[in-house]
Nanobody
Framework: QPQLVESGGGSVQAGGSLRLSCAAS????????MAWFRRAPGKEREGVAA????????VYDDSVKGRFSLSRDNAKNTLYQQMNDLKPEDAAMYYC?????????????????WGQGTQVIVPS
């Protein structure tokens, strides 16, 4: 079972930036598609952004387009998410996982493996 370790969360004022990292322990896990998901209190988990193996294709939810940017370092088995112009509605626990994209919707690949997540706080 792959181990995923998310980091980089924190509390930032609206308009600020954070960079999240996701380190995967198993090379082959999620090699094709990796994504960030988030879950805010009282809301369903949602796919935020996805990136394919060579980084040539990225998919973003409309809510973060133009503000979030994904990259990955396959040599380090690490996924990054640069988040700019953060808004209170971005506040959530963020998780990384292998993904599939169906009709533009970012979904976790099954079977799904999840880390502890990293908390993003954006006070309103």
């Amino acid at each position: 079972q792959p181990q995923l370790v998310e980091s980089g969360g924190g509390s930032v004022q609206a308009g600020g930036s954070l960079r999240l990292s996701c380190a995967a322990s198993r090379y082959s896990y999620g090699l094709y598609c990796m994504a960030w998901f988030r879950r805010a209190p009282g809301k369903e988990r949602e796919g935020v952004a996805a990136i394919y193996i060579d980084g040539s294709r990225t998919v973003y939810d409309d809510s973060v387009k133009g503000r979030f940017s994904l990259s990955r370092d396959n040599a380090k088995n690490t996924l990054y998410q640069q988040m700019n112009d953060l808004k209170p509605e971005d506040a959530a626990m963020y998780y990384c996982a292998a993904c599939v994209v169906v009709g533009g919707v970012i979904l976790p690949k099954t079977p799904s493996y999840w880390g502890q997540g990293t908390q993003v706080i954006v006070p309103s």
